[in-house]
């Protein structure tokens, strides 16, 4: 009897291990999962990049690892709605890559969710999102870009590839605000005019009419400023460029490859690959407050020569020096 009744309470036991479907939602219950938002679709590589980091961590998606992708299809009033969704789907960590609108949205949405930044545009302890590099305390944590002073650096080496230069357009929107007001420091420095373009209404930019007014009102060059609604419209950007015969300077480093005339900055392909890095300490227990922020230090000067002979430029012998990639 009593083996009998011993049988039939392990039997009881065992019995919801061996439901297909019992099964397999406990399974999925221990599967992590990562929630990644961004404003437009046209950043493939960085996220590829992260992908790849994750997997060299052990982590594959479809197998040990859900990934949860939103895109706001340029439209950047619908960010609150997609990472609300995010949360709600219980995501273990939160990666916000890009603008500073991203990483608002993300913390807004949620104070206990952990966060992995990937800031290319702004400054996170000046606006306050992080106590500082060593500790940044709190739930964020990642990599951060000092682009506000690369855009310094951009007008300063544009200026020095064309000394002729006094006038220099400046493409720029609500997402990359900051960059155009250190651009306006910068070029009392080098000693240029700005020229400001920007563009609303997004995400369907009017580039015919600003490129129109650069013309009229005699622009010799263009900066272009990080936006990733620019990176989306890169290769309209470029052939408009190119129409009006502006020699166009980035902080992005694909533009050149592209057709653009030359770039200053960092890899931001290997940031987010860097990025996969923080989630998978977070994934195994670590704490984002006590994760130090780190600051990419290599930065890459590119020029493309058959674009300058296009628009009949010769840059100096000494820049070509310095430039890191040189496209012939």
Known sequence: M??????????????????????????????????????????????????????DLGYVEGQNLVIEFRSAEGHVERLPALVAELVQRHVDVLVAGGPEVNLRTARQATSTIPIVM?????DPI?????????????????????????TGKCLELLKDALPQVTRVAVLWDAISADQFRAAEGAARVVGV????????????????SVFAAAARQGAEALLVLRSPLFGRDRDRIIALAAQHRLPMMS????????????????????????????????????????????????FTLILNLKTAEALGLTLPPTLLILADKVIK
Do not use: C
């Not at 679709?41 to 997997?55: K, M, Q, T, Y």
């Not at 020229?195 to 369907?204: F, T, V, Y």
């Open 2 to 55: 009593w083996r009998t009744l011993g049988g039939l309470i392990i039997a009881l036991v065992l019995f919801p291990l061996f439901m297909p479907g019992a099964a397999q939602t406990q399974q999925m219950e221990k599967v992590p999962r990562i929630g990644i938002f961004q404003i437009s679709e046209s950043s493939a590589p960085i996220w590829e990049a992260f992908r790849h980091g994750l997997r």
């Open 193 to 208: 005019q700005l020229q400001s373009l920007e563009l609303r209404n997004p995400p369907a930019y009017d580039y015919d």
């Open 126 to 150: 000046a606006l306050g999102y992080i106590a500082g590099l060593p500790r940044p305390g709190g739930q964020i944590t990642g990599l951060f870009l000092q682009q506000i002073e690369v």
């Open 118 to 122: 990937v800031a290319t545009d702004y």
């Open 251 to 298: 902080g992005v480093l694909s533009l050149p490859e592209a057709g653009g005339l030359m770039a200053y900055g960092v890899d931001t392909v290997d940031m987010y690959r860097r990025a996969a890095t923080y989630v998978g300490k977070i994934l195994k227990g670590a704490k984002p407050a006590d994760l130090p922020v780190e600051q990419p230090t290599k």
